[in-house]
């Protein structure tokens, strides 16, 4: 089952008509199983809470300043169980609705809108997802699966340092190489 995301655009003309070009954004989203989670780590995301400003520099350029908090779901590492996952993050970006060979920036992270209409909701879930764990598990660690000879270990988990003997070669180090020849 797929759900619609709301879609969070705004034109040109909804910066014209805005008071000194700054437009101030509130809203609330959600993203349950949709492709552009597909590939990721993160199953859904039921909450995300968006605030911050869009800028308007009364020629071609946006500046977006936004906040958001929210929970997403991810699998367990080790279990494949749901975890619920809070995130509190930033996002900082150029919108231009000009193309970039007419403007006097050079700089490459200024995106293009199409269409006199800025779309936000790219901006939005790039930076939610880049906020998920690549790892996470609810299992202490006592309760790692582990089996014949071998056992999952975590990088917190202390590290013998000493070095030893694989036992595998062990009977070659009773050898005696002379190198005197």
């Known amino acids: 089952m797929r759900h619609e995301v709301k879609i969070v655009k705004f034109t040109k003309t909804d910066f014209l008509h805005s008071e000194n070009g700054i437009i101030h954004i509130?809203?609330?989203?959600a993203m349950e199983e949709n492709d552009l989670l597909h590939h990721t780590q993160v199953k859904s995301i039921p909450e995300v809470h968006v605030t911050g400003t869009l800028q308007f520099d009364g020629n071609a350029l946006v500046?977006?300043?936004?906040d958001m908090d929210g929970v997403m779901i991810v699998?367990?590492?080790i279990t494949s169980e749901d975890i619920e996952v809070t995130f509190d993050t930033t996002s900082q970006s150029t919108y231009s609705f000009v193309r970039l060979d007419q403007l006097d920036e050079e700089d490459d992270e200024i995106i293009v809108v199409k269409h006199d209409s800025i779309d936000l909701n790219p901006e939005i879930f790039e930076t939610v997802l880049l906020e998920a764990p690549i790892s996470i598990s609810r299992l202490p660690r006592d309760q790692y699966p582990k089996g014949d000879g071998w056992q999952l270990l975590?990088?917190?988990d202390p590290q013998e340092d000493e070095d030893t003997i694989d036992p595998r070669?062990?009977?070659l180090s009773e050898f005696k190489l002379d190198d005197d020849d």
């Open 169 to 171: 070669w062990a009977k």
């Open 26 to 29: 509130d809203e609330h989203l």
């Open 63 to 66: 500046f977006s300043d936004l």
């Open 154 to 156: 975590s990088d917190q």
């Open 75 to 77: 699998c367990d590492s």
